[in-house]
């Protein structure tokens, strides 16, 4: 009978039963109405036509009756299948709310993780993920010149720069792949301009930019216009005009709508306001490869072009393009006719242009390209900790499943299938993960805030992470899965009844005891291997930090001040410190025709330097161009003569000029920093040999220079460099070392870890002045009582002169560790939770083993055995798993080494110190957890223990 029913083709052909069913009901009417006929006379065969005459259409009454049999085979299904989901939640809801112990444990491990991936999830797609805030901002490039070949020949580690002026115009009339293109300089210098204004003087950053970059990236002001033809860029015409942000717009002039046509004052020059820009516009700051500060920034004030001659030239690559693609046209085609064009203007001006090329970039992709590594990092390590949490409760649902094998059986017993079973438990585990989402969505709002806190200045539109949609839907999908990663396994593992055994109350060895113990170790060894990849992480950034925070900066930082000075641009209203060409009105004023009056600016400088230090309570002040851990600084080849001529360094003559044909050699990179006399003495360096600078001494290129010791021992091992000269950046002006000045920390920390260079720890020293400088201050006492003095002496030498950013070296020391210490701090704070939850995971694997081999413990108890080796016993499986999760962990960090090595400095990731570590923390926690389920065991009665089953 079974076989004719399986074989049978009917019951395999889709409706086949429903139209079977059909023909059966007809074919019984048919002949029913047959032998009516036949009673009334009618032969057989004109009976039968007379039935199906009367009947009708018998295929059209078919096709109607298999749809109404099959419709209503689907609704029945569809109640069925949510009747019994339904039945299935409410089942499961309830059996979690019998075991409260079970639900809290799996509902706090559970959220803990689906809350941590959602906080850095939101973080990641505010940063990463979002689209610029630019209509179709997958059209955004980056254009970039590029000469490796000069590069490789300078001994820098990057190739690209900005692109030149000439060169920007010829690719701007040339190109047929570009909507528009456009640039942006950060005016002066990050620090800013100077605003005039009300009582006293503001600083605020400013940006140099075209007319056309706001059409390239489709953003048009709030209020006004952006320049005109002959206000524009290259075309300047004398006239100064200026663009507000949104901020300044409403902190400076009050949100007032009538600020068009106001003149401003900008580093002495009048602006004429001709726009606002919106609320939330932001600028794509993207600089050279080698300095990369790739960031969305606000800046409070936008002006056409101020430069210099040379910026102009075509040898002059200084201004950053942005370029938007035509519609349909792909970023290859693009870089296509760029090189195209490059390389025609290579051979139209070989002197600017050889060896030169164009490289585009989309600029999404640029902006956060330095993030990723950060991104993925956080990511992770909180994966790891929802990957941990899983196999946790799948541990514990696989102990509270032994608990219920009598109930399943019971199922299988009044028929319910394997299949039947797994879904029930499925619906179990999808209603927990379910419930720890909601939970976990709860503490991501709350940890969101936190953790935005924590990340570094200068990321992103960190600042706008948040519970969106985005995330929303990726917590669903990580609720869902999560659900059905920590179901499945001990679903199928329960599942699998012994079904007499279960009826009577024995356990199969076989099936329950090897199987569920099994699997459960297994899930604790990996829970054991995450960890310790985690902790070995942590470890190991941890210790970066400490090594970053605890290294000797060569000075002592407490009670030194920064205050930025900045005597501003060259135009033809600050004549105190420039001097400028005015006979020709036509031509814009560039820097060639207003050189900077350096006897004024000294001048000044110095005032401000012996009026600081006269400040009671101030012991020095001195000046330099970068102060200590502010930003890279300076990073140039560094390059010694190919035939050294000593001077006389006692007397700090510079050394003669050497001849153009004199051969230089390129001796690595170096950091160079331009100071004043009395910097080394502020800051607290010893001189280690020769003497500091004087006030005589020549100052810029052909001048002297104090080299630190690093350099020292790398340049002329061995040898005395003092009267050995050196030259950087420029090629053909030498300045003679007259001293040698102990090592100091003046690179940014975070920096010491993106260029990893001996160059960093290379100092030269040289005398030069600029218009913007950094006032060193050492005081006597607490800093913040010297600012307002300090601002007020400065003001009294020039009253149109602000202080610009002002902050102690241990808030710069403090700001550029921010970087490391936020990657130790997460990664810290998962490997903790990681630690916690592997420690319930091998409590949860030693009880449920001691559970399920009560009968056994109390045989041997009733055969002599002690209870230290019945403690013994029960720690094994712990000792196994960890053994073995310790193993696999160590090789899987091995593996991982190279991806953590670019967030260490002067550390290998191979650390067998912290390795060792993290296994005998492991190895506690094993030791701890398991000793409390063992010790209860030890301690069962032999009688109880046997009358267990």
Partial sequence: MKLRRIFDIRRWRPGGRARDEIDEEFQFHLEQRALDGETAGMTADDARRDAERRFGDLRYYREQGEKIVKGRARSQARVS??????????????????????TVMALLTLSLGIGGNAAIFSVLNSVILRPLPYPNPDRLVQMDESNAERAAAAGRPYSTTPVSAQNYEDYRALNTVFEEMGWAVWAGNPSGVNLRGGDRPYRITAVSTSASLFATLGVQPLLGRVWLPLE??????????????????????GADPDVLGRTITVD?????????????????????????RSTLRDADLYVPLWYNAYGLSRRGRQFPVIARLREGVTIQQAQAEMNSLAAGLAEAYPESNEGWSVRLTPLGELLTRSLGPQMSLMMAAVALVLLIGCANVAN???????????????????GGGRSRIVRQLLTESLVLATAAGGIGLALAHVGNRALISLVPAGVPRAGEANIDFVVLAFVTVVTLGTGVVFGLVPAF??????????????????????????????????????????????????????????????YEPENLIKVSLDVGRPNAYNNRYFTCDLDDTSRPLLWNRCPPDREAMALFFGQVVERVTRIPGIQSAALTDIAPLRDLGGYYPLRIPGTVTATSPSEGEAGAQVAQEEAEVLVGNTSGRVVQPGYFQTMGMRMVAGRDFRADDPSGWSGVAVINETLAHRVWPGQDPLGRRVTFYGGGQWMTVIGVVENAQHTNLSDRLKYQDEGLESQVYHLNLSGTMDLIVRTSSEPGAFLEPIREAVLELDPGLPTGAVATIPQLAEASRALPRFHALVVGVFAAFALLLTAVGLYGLVAYTVGRRTSEIGLRMALGATQGKIRRMAMESAARSVALGVALGAVASLSLANVLRSFLFEMEPMDPVIYLAVAGLLAGVGVAASYVPAVRASRLSPTEALRHE
């Fill in 396 to 414: 514990l649902l696989l102990a509270r499943g032994a608990v219920r094998r009598s109930e399943f059986a019971l199922r299988s017993a009044l």
């Fill in 493 to 554: 593992q329960i599942s699998r009844v012994d079904l007499a055994s279960a009826i009577k109350g024995a356990r199969s060895k076989r099936a329950e005891g090897r199987g569920g113990i099994g699997v459960s170790r297994l899930l604790v060894a990996g829970e054991v291997a995450m960890a310790l990849v985690l902790l070995v992480g942590a470890g190991l950034l941890t210790q970066n930090f400490v090594r970053l925070s605890g290294a000797d900066l060569g």
């Fill in 268 to 292: 002495e020059w009048p602006h004429t306001v001709v726009g606002v820009m919106p609320h939330d516009f932001k600028l794509p700051s993207v600089e050279e490869e080698g300095k990369l």
């Fill in 81 to 102: 299948l949510v009747s019994g989901v339904a039945q299935d939640i409410r089942f499961a809801i309830r059996g979690l709310r019998r075991s409260p112990g079970f």
């Fill in 232 to 253: 524009d860029g290259f075309a300047f015409s004398g006239a100064r005009v200026a663009i507000l942000s949104h901020g300044i717009w409403t902190s400076h002039f």
